[in-house]
């Protein structure tokens, strides 16, 4: 008994894309509205006293969450600059590849914002403890069970 989908490739190809840009818009909306945010503390009045460590964490968080912006924007340009060419199976690959790396560059922005906001907050020493648990409760959602569940459920 055959499995699976009886499709062509670009049939493939337009069903990989409309999935992958439907998980894109997720994404996207999250790490715009991040870097939005992250994009007003420095026209605020509680930046000036941010001590040196906390400005560079926001520095860094910043440019991180450019880079994922661009990383998770990219697969619309490159659809667009591809449209009509008959690479979509590539596009798709390629699309898919920079929307991990937006992910990981997610994954990164979220941790150095959550990093700086409870320095920022609390002088408890359990900021870095707090913050290693989010990231292992993120790389636990986002990477592990995804993985597990691919590595038990696909048939070789």
């Given at each position: 008994m055959r499995r699976g989908r009886n499709e062509t490739e670009e049939e493939r190809a337009d069903r990989m894309w409309q999935e992958l840009i439907q998980e894109?818009?997720?994404?996207?909306?999250?790490?715009?509205?991040?870097?939005?945010f992250l994009l007003t503390v420095v026209f605020t009045p509680k930046y000036a006293t941010l001590d040196g460590t906390e400005q560079t964490i926001y520095i860094v968080t910043v440019v991180l969450g450019a880079a994922a912006t661009g990383a998770l924007i990219g697969p619309v340009s490159l659809h667009r600059l591809v449209s009509g060419r008959r690479v979509k199976p590539q596009a798709v690959t390629w699309a898919s590849r920079l929307t991990f790396v937006g992910l990981v560059l997610l994954l990164a922005t979220t941790t150095a914002s959550l990093?700086?906001?409870?320095?920022?907050?609390t002088d408890d020493g359990a900021v870095p403890w707090l913050v290693t648990?989010?990231?292992?409760?993120?790389?636990?959602?986002?990477?592990?069970?995804?993985?597990?569940?691919?590595?038990?459920?696909?048939?070789?």
């Open positions: 894109v818009r997720v994404a996207q909306m999250g790490v715009q509205i991040l870097f939005g990093l700086l906001i409870l320095r920022v907050a648990a989010v990231v292992l409760w993120y790389l636990l959602c986002w990477f592990a069970l995804p993985l597990w569940t691919r590595h038990r459920y696909t048939t070789r």
